[in-house]
C-alpha cells in the first residue's frame, strides 16, 4: 500500500494494490474509489484531503509487524 499527496491540487491517492484501475466511483464528494477489472479496490482519491483527513499524523495498528506513527 502507498500513501501519495500532491499538495499542488491537494489530493492523497491510496494506492492499495499494484494493478491498474478500470473503474472509478465517486461515493462521495471528492471521494473516488478505482477499481480493477474483476471490481476489486485498488485505490482511493480523496480531494481536498487536508479538509477531510488528518495529514500531519499516520499511525499504522494491528499490521503483521510493529506500529509505526508518523508525523510531518
Keep these: 500500500?502507498?500513501?501519495?499527496?500532491?499538495?499542488?491540487?491537494?489530493?492523497l491517492y491510496i494506492d492499495l494494490a499494484e494493478r491498474p484501475s478500470?473503474?472509478?466511483k465517486e461515493i462521495s464528494?471528492?471521494?473516488v474509489?478505482?477499481?480493477?477489472?474483476?471490481?476489486?479496490l485498488v485505490g482511493?482519491?480523496?480531494?481536498?484531503?487536508s479538509k477531510k483527513v488528518q495529514l500531519k499524523d499516520l499511525t499504522l495498528?494491528?499490521?503483521?509487524?510493529?506500529t509505526h506513527t508518523f508525523a510531518a
Design 1 to 11: 500500500m502507498k500513501l501519495n499527496y500532491y499538495e499542488e491540487t491537494d489530493s
Design 44 to 49: 482511493i482519491d480523496i480531494d481536498n484531503a
Design 33 to 40: 474509489l478505482d477499481y480493477d477489472a474483476d471490481g476489486n
Design 22 to 24: 478500470t473503474e472509478s
Design 61 to 66: 495498528r494491528k499490521l503483521p509487524f510493529e
Design 29 to 31: 464528494e471528492g471521494i
